[in-house]
């Protein structure tokens, strides 16, 4: 099982970003996915899960209306395009992939890629 995130970089405030995933070794399509994301110094958040149909999601208050999750089964790859970016939002993102659709918590995901970094400057 691999999950493979890239994408992240250094950026301005204002810009956007589009974080991608690469899943491998399991049945991506019955998984619901989702990245999180730490801060240094803080705890990791979720920011945005997706459940395995992708019809329902959630968006952390924080990133609603400037985050958006998808995902590409054919592809075995899910994204996050990050628009409107603010130095808040600069962390690890990680994501990640679980079997059970529920309240967007790390402990619903049993898979965890390595995480790319975010930076964003003012």
């Known amino acids: 099982v691999q999950l493979q995130a890239s994408g992240g970089g250094l950026v301005q405030a204002g810009g956007s970003l589009r974080l991608s995933c690469a899943a491998s070794?399991?049945?991506?399509?019955?998984?619901?996915v989702a990245w999180f994301r730490q801060a240094s110094g803080k705890e990791r958040e979720a920011v945005s899960c997706?459940?395995?149909?992708?019809?329902?999601?959630y968006y952390a208050d924080s990133v609603k209306g400037r985050f958006t999750i998808s995902r590409d089964d054919a592809k075995n790859t899910m994204y996050l395009q990050i628009n409107n970016l603010k130095p808040e939002d600069t962390a690890v993102y990680y994501c990640?992939?679980?079997?059970?659709?529920?309240?967007?918590?790390?402990?619903?995901?049993?898979?965890w890629g390595q995480g790319t970094q975010v930076t964003v400057s003012s």
């Open positions: 990640a992939a679980g079997r059970n659709w529920a309240l967007c918590r790390d402990y619903e995901y049993g898979y």
């Open positions: 997706l459940n395995n149909i992708g019809d329902k999601t």
């Open positions: 070794g399991f049945a991506f399509d019955y998984y619901a």
